[in-house]
């Protein structure tokens, strides 16, 4: 149901001869997380082409989506119980975007209907993040939000509106910030294309996130090498253990 | 200066991490205490994911220890034997603790369980030791003879147990069943609490076994070293958290720190550092008994699958 509702939104961008066309960019489709890496701005640019020469529209308003990599969740509930408070409830979430960014060059609500944002994921609200309970709607909703905040409090998740600046229909950029934090792997870069309400072009460009040089050797060497890693992290803090002692011993003396 | 933790996946402030281990590293040579009570929440507060937290503060406390019982043992301040004998009872009661760790995890209650073991065995301990530390205080003052720190009663259950081995740092005459034994309980709750070794140790060697104030911090440190290279070696198989920069910024501070430490409590009569430690261990039971009762800042916690 859901498919055919996102194949029939997706009419207008198949059929579209007559619409316009994106050509997107993106500054860097490669960020490396070295040992200095305090997170990084992304510039998302691009251009409308207009076919066959017509006059750009004025009113063309754009939205930018980055995703992370999806994963399960499962997020867990505290109530205080005879006084104190303990994990009582729970619920899995199948597919979690490990990172979700939006930039809209105007408030949400004014540039797309709902059932559109729904369709597209335009909008933090809008995520589709599966719950596997089968718990009420009414439960899952109060899951989704808690795990949507918590998202939000550690800036993986975040609305930018305004942050996109088109320039006579027919330029456009979007800078949109990575936290420090931000996990790893292939990230999409959506771009939109919207007028009157209905978005009239879609484009792609895959990001991917890695660490580099010593941070990419500690990460892998702990992933594929865990005895070695482990006695070296043993050997590491003996020896500036015994460091410290031979030099406070030096001084002392 | 921001360095980017590879493990833990954050940039963090350097110098903030260095001084967080140089005060962690004091405590430990002054009281002989790992720390991880202090590194691990403060880590998870800045950010790091505990399971990395946990790992690596025990990563740093190896170091810390090394440091401490070098500088303990220059003073003839570490019962190597007595050491030996808590590390074996140690490592027997890792194992059950690991197993009984699993077994808690299931019912996703195990943060709870924990906490509350940890108020009631840490406010005991430390009601105790301020009663007694804060009596002979008051008895030096006077200018009497401090009481003696143990009790008849415990002396009596320890000397029933057979077999007997002279301790000669530790001033005792008793058979190795009893900190073989302390060994145990402690590599359990350490295992099951992720720290709190020394709290148990230190108390328990001081007042159960009357053990000479002047090996008791050294002695817990040697203990604490073969244990937290065990829980280093343990994460980094299972759970891959051990962060290495992560542990070398709290290494640099806390292996300092522990000579400091484990020089000024040098300058500190026996019955003060006691006082001292008492005061810490009930701050520290009572933070974690408001911490049960109190809103905390999140009400959902978020597990990867």
């Known amino acids: 149901m859901r498919n055919l509702l996102a194949l029939l939104a997706a009419l207008p961008l198949l059929l579209g001869a007559s619409e316009p066309r994106l050509v997107p960019d993106v500054s860097n489709t490669q960020v490396d997380i070295a040992y200095s890496f305090t997170g990084a701005d992304l510039l998302l640019f691009g251009a409308i082409l207009y076919p066959g020469g017509r006059a750009p529209a004025p009113d063309t308003d754009v939205a930018v989506v980055i995703k992370g990599p999806a994963e399960p969740l499962l997020v867990r509930e505290k109530a205080k119980v005879a006084g104190i408070w303990i994990n009582h409830a729970s619920e899995r979430f199948r597919s979690v975007p490990s990172f979700y960014a939006v930039a809209t060059s105007r408030p949400l609500d004014q540039l797309v209907s709902p059932r559109t944002a729904a369709i597209y994921e335009i909008g933090i609200g809008n995520l589709l993040l599966s719950p596997a309970n089968g718990a009420s709607a009414n439960e899952q909703a109060r899951f989704e939000s808690g795990l949507i905040d918590l998202k939000r409090k550690s800036g993986l998740y975040a609305e930018h509106v305004g942050a996109v600046s088109v320039r006579e229909g027919v330029l456009y950029r979007a800078l949109v910030p990575i936290p420090a934090r931000v996990p790893v792997g292939r990230y999409t870069a959506e771009t939109y294309l919207i007028r009157n309400g209905h978005i009239v072009a879609a484009a792609t460009r895959e990001i991917s996130i890695g660490k580099s040089g010593f941070e990419r050797f500690i990460a892998q060497a702990a992933e594929s090498w865990p005895l070695l890693y482990g006695l070296a992290a043993m050997l590491i803090s003996l020896l500036m253990g015994l460091a410290a002692a031979f030099a406070f011993g030096r001084v002392r003396r | 200066m921001h360095l980017y933790l590879p493990i833990a996946g954050l940039s963090v402030n350097a110098l903030v991490i260095v001084l967080l281990g140089g005060a962690v590293g004091i405590l430990s040579g002054m009281f002989g205490v790992g720390g991880g009570f202090l590194t691990t929440p403060l880590l998870i507060f800045y950010g790091v994911p505990p399971a990395v937290a946990v790992a690596s503060s025990a990563t740093q406390i190896t170091g810390t220890s090394v440091s401490g019982v070098l500088a303990h043992s220059k003073r003839q301040g570490v019962d190597f034997r007595m050491g030996m004998v808590l590390v074996a009872g140690g ?23 924990i906490n509350l073991l940890y108020v009631a065995l840490l406010g005991w301990i430390g009601l105790a030791m301020a009663r007694e530390s804060v009596r002979a205080v008051l008895a030096m003052r006077d200018g009497k003879p401090p009481p003696p720190i143990t009790t008849k009663r415990h002396r009596k259950w320890i000397a029933a147990l057979p077999f007997r081995w002279r301790f000669y740092g530790a001033g005792l005459y008793i058979s190795p069943l009893a900190p073989l034994l302390l060994g145990f309980v402690t590599g359990l709750l350490t295992v099951l609490m992720g720290v709190g070794g020394g709290f148990i140790l230190v108390p328990a060697m001081l007042y159960l076994f009357g ?12 203990q604490g070293l073969f244990v937290t290279a065990t829980t280093t070696l343990v994460h980094a198989l299972t759970t891959h958290a051990v962060d290495l920069v992560l542990a070398g910024l709290l290494l640099i501070g806390s292996v300092i720190g522990a000579q400091i430490g484990s020089a000024m409590v040098q300058q500190v009569r026996p019955e003060r550092a006691r006082m001292m430690l008492a005061v810490i261990v009930l701050a520290v039971a009572i933070r974690m008994a408001l911490g049960l009762t109190w809103q905390p800042d999140a009400i959902y916690t978020v597990q990867g699958l």
């Open chain 2, 211 to 222: 053990v000479s104030a002047r090996v008791v911090v050294g002695t817990s440190l040697f």
């Open chain 2, 91 to 113: 490592a027997a009661g890792s194992f059950a603790g690991g197993f009984l760790f699993r077994l808690l995890q299931k019912t996703g209650q195990i943060d709870t369980i």
